[in-house]
C-alpha cells in the first residue's frame, strides 16, 4: 500500500524529466511509424490534386512561432504538392506578424523545386506560377473582398508589384478561378473565417490546417461539408506526408512523420502515468 | 555544434525557459522579461512600419484628408489615461463593436448555428458524410442523440427529472467526450511544440541530430 501512497505523491519533476527524456531517446534514434490516413486529410488531399490546370489554389498561411511545430509542415506539405501537379498557388497571411513564416515556407519549397529544375519553363516562376499576396487588415475584409477581386483587394503583392501586372492574376480575377482555399492557422480561428464568410458567401472550397487545441472545436464544421477536408496537428501534417509520399511520390523529407514516434512515446508515458495516478488514488481512497 | 550567435542566443534562451520546469529561478525570470521586452518592441515596430505609415501617413500626406476622422477616433483610445477625459474611450470601442457585431451576427446564426443543425438531421446526405457505408446511419443517429442530449442539459427551466433526467445524463457523456478529445488534442498539441523545441537543441544547436 505505502507504493501507492508514493505514487499520489510522485514529483512533477519527475514526471517531466521521464517525458522530456523519452522524447530525447525517440529523437536520438529515430524510426518512422507507418500512418494511417482517415478521411478528412484524403479528402483535403484529394481536393487539391485534382484542381484543374486553369484554377489557382490559395495559401492561408496565418501562424505564429508558437504553433509552427504543428502548422510548418503542413504548409510544407501541402505547398510540395501542389507545385509538383504544377498547379497555380497565391499564398497570403491574414496577420502581418506572420508573414515572416509564409515567406519562408514559400522561398525554401520553391528553391527547392527550382534545384531540380532543367530549364526556365520547368522552373517555378514568380508572377507566372505563384505570387505571394502578402498581408491586408484586417482580416474578414480580404476574405469578402477577394470574392470580387483578388487584385482589388491585394493592389501591391508582398514584393511592392502592382498586382494586376503580374501574367498569373490576369487569369485568376477572384474566387471564380480558385479551386480551393487552404488555411492553415493556429489560435487565431482564421481557417473557421474562411468558411463563415467566403465559403458561405461564394462557395469557395475551404480545407483547414489547424493547430490540435483546434481540432476538436472544427470537426463540425467538417462534418458539415463547410470544410472540404482538414488536418488536424501534427498528425494531420503527417498523413498529408504519408499520401505526398505514397501517391504523388514526394521525396521531401518527413518532418511531422519523423515526429510522431516522439509523440508517440510521449502519448504513452502520459496514459501511463494517468493510470497509475488513477489506481493510487482509488486504493489510497478505499483505505482511507 | 552550431557557432552562429543567434541559434545560441535562441537555445540559452529556451533552456533559461525550461528552468522554470524544476523551479521559480531568477535566469528564467530574465529570459521571461527579454520576451516580454523584445515581442514588444518588436509589434510596436513592426505595426509603426507596415500599418501606420504605409496605411495611414503615406495616404493621409499624399491628400487622403479623409483619414483623418479614423485616425482622430483611433487616438481616442489614449484618453483612457487622462481621468477627465477617459469617457471618450467608449466612442472606439463602440464603434468597433458594433461593426464587428454587424459583420458577425448574421454569419454566426448562418453558418454555426442553421448550418450546423442541418448536418445534424438525418438525412441521405449526412450518412454519407461520415464515409462509413451503412455505418453512416449509425454515426448520424449517435450524433442526433448526442445533439438532443446535450441541448437538454442545458435546459435549466424545469428540474432535471423523468425524461430529462435521464437525456441530461447522456448529455454528460458526450460532454465529457468533448472534454476528453479537447483534452487529448491539447497534449497533443503542447508535446509537439516540446518536440519541435528539443529538435531545435538537439539539432540546430548541438547538432546530434539530423
Known sequence: MKIFETLTRIDRRIIFLALGGLIIFSLLFPRFLKVRVFPPVAKLYEAVDKIPPDKALILDISYGPQYQAECEPMAYTVLRHAYKNRTKVLALSLYAEYLGLAKKVLDDVTAEYNRNARSRDDSLIYGRDYVFLGWQPPPIIPILGMGESIAGVYQIDYYGNQTDTLPLMKHIKNYNNVSILVALGGGTGSEKWWAQFAQRKFGLRVGAGCSAVLGADYYPYYQAGQFTGMMVGVKGAAEYEELASSRAKITAERVASERMLSLTYAHLIMIAFIVIGNISYFVTRRKK | ?210
Request: aromatic share 18%; with cysteine.
Open chain 2, 1 to 210: 555544434m552550431n557557432f552562429d550567435p543567434w541559434i545560441w542566443i535562441g537555445a540559452l534562451l529556451s533552456l533559461a525557459i525550461f528552468s522554470f520546469l524544476y523551479k521559480e529561478n531568477p535566469v528564467y525570470y530574465v529570459a521571461e522579461h527579454i520576451y516580454i521586452g523584445v515581442i514588444n518592441g518588436y509589434l510596436v515596430t513592426f505595426y509603426w512600419h507596415n500599418i501606420l505609415v504605409p496605411i495611414l501617413f503615406k495616404r493621409l500626406f499624399s491628400g487622403m484628408y479623409l483619414l483623418i476622422i479614423p485616425a482622430f477616433i483611433g487616438c481616442l483610445y489614449f484618453t483612457r489615461f487622462i481621468p477627465r477625459l477617459s469617457w471618450l474611450v467608449r466612442i472606439p470601442i463602440a464603434l468597433f463593436m458594433g461593426y464587428y457585431t454587424g459583420l458577425f451576427i448574421p454569419v454566426t446564426i448562418q453558418a454555426d448555428i442553421i448550418k450546423q443543425i442541418q448536418a445534424t438531421l438525418l438525412t441521405t446526405q449526412n450518412f454519407k458524410m461520415w464515409n462509413a457505408g451503412a455505418l453512416g446511419i449509425v454515426w448520424s443517429v449517435i450524433l442526433f442523440v448526442g445533439v438532443i442530449c446535450t441541448i437538454s442539459y442545458f435546459y435549466f427551466s424545469r428540474e432535471h427529472k423523468g425524461a430529462l433526467r435521464v437525456t441530461s445524463r447522456i448529455g454528460i457523456v458526450f460532454i465529457m467526450l468533448g472534454f476528453g478529445a479537447s483534452f487529448g488534442y491539447t497534449v497533443m498539441s503542447r508535446v509537439t511544440l516540446l518536440i519541435g523545441k528539443l529538435q531545435f537543441l538537439m539539432g540546430d544547436w548541438l547538432g546530434i541530430i539530423k
